[in-house]
């Protein structure tokens, strides 16, 4: 399944969700405001949860990336739990009551401490 199209004659070629109208920067804009993926697929039921998280790890491994830092705790059960990643990527995420600097502010030393024990291939969540 493509998960997302750019058509010069959908929404003037902004990148959307394949088969929407929805603009795949308003799932960042979600994101970034501090709302879980399960409120943005509820808000926008056209785009299938497979098109929003299905793949993003994958996408991450195939541009090079060792690490994928979220807040979201959907990506912890995407990326198998406490096991491994289905990527050749790690996932870390963050436990804050939001992405607000004020929230995820104390866990950047604990952040930066598992970046340095870095191990490829491991899902953790900060705090444990």
């Not at 009551?97 to 491991?122: I, Q, S």
């Amino acid at each position: 399944m493509q998960s997302i199209k750019a058509d010069p004659d959908i929404m003037h070629g902004v990148p959307c969700f394949a088969g929407t109208r929805v603009p795949v920067s308003s799932l960042f804009d979600h994101l970034k405001r501090g709302y879980p993926l399960e409120y943005f697929i509820a808000q926008f039921p056209s785009v299938k949860r497979e098109q929003a998280d299905g793949r993003l790890l994958e996408r991450a491994a195939t541009f090079g990336f060792d690490v994928f830092v979220t807040h979201d705790p959907g990506q912890l059960r995407l990326a198998g739990g406490n096991g491994s990643p289905p990527a050749a990527v790690s996932v870390i995420a963050l436990r804050a009551p939001t992405n607000t600097m004020d929230d995820v502010r104390p866990l950047v030393v604990p952040l930066l401490e598992a970046l340095n024990a870095f191990r490829p291939n491991t899902v953790m969540a900060i705090p444990e």
